[in-house]
């Protein structure tokens, strides 16, 4: 089903200013909310806004279509970084408190390295004193990181983690200091990102099916 130009403009404003109120959006359209009614019902039953009591429009972030690609950015979660002068001990509690199969290392805020389960097994059983050995030691670091960048697709993410065989990818934006650039870490993009996304798709598609025509 079509959106109409006025229902796109509700989901613009949703996005942008979500959690937004119907009269917050009624203000910001010129029409009355009372108008605004059967747009707010349409979107909702196609699962493109949600709707909390007390708190407004909300943007379903799993809502793909043609003009309006969701990306990495709308369903990354947050990362896990440490400084590269942590212990590999450290490291490994830290993976257990956080409950977390990848660990992002930076250095001076820029991101440096990576380290995963495999990497923190292999030195644990090699019987050395890992409360001494520095993390930087025993990651896997720039230029071998695969990463994305906050705006890029979800296609191009999940295709960078089947062909390098990862279950993670830190999510990053690029800045400029004095010339050079910076990779801050801002989220985590992972194999269960993925997932979640397709069963929200797979559940919202059921769901359109079984919708009697708007
Ligand atoms: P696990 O070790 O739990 O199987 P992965 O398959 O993600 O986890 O990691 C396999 C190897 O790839 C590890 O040596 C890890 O350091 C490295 N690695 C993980 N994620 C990335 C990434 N985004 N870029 C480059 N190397 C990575």
Known sequence: ???????????????KY??????EIAKMIYITRSALRTDFSILKKMSIIKSKQKIGYTYNQAFID???KTLVKHIMSAPITIDESYSVY???????????GT?????????????????????????????????????????????SIENETIEDSIKKIIEHQIDSLPVVRITEKNGKEI???????TKTNASRLLLDILSNKNKEKSEVTL
């Open 1 to 15: 089903m079509q959106l109409t130009e006025r229902q796109k403009e509700i989901v613009e404003i949703i996005k």
């Open 18 to 23: 979500g959690p937004v109120t119907g009269e």
């Open 66 to 68: 043609s003009n309006n």
């Open 90 to 100: 450290k490291t490994v509690l830290l993976m257990f408190e956080k409950d977390i």
């Open 103 to 147: 660990i992002f290392i930076t250095k001076e805020g820029n991101l440096a390295g990576i380290v995963s389960r495999k990497d923190l097994l292999r030195i644990a059983i090699g019987k050395r004193d890992i409360e001494q050995i520095p993390i930087n030691l025993i990651m896997t670091r720039m230029p071998n990181l695969v990463f």
């Open 183 to 189: 990779y801050k870490v801002v989220g985590r993009f």
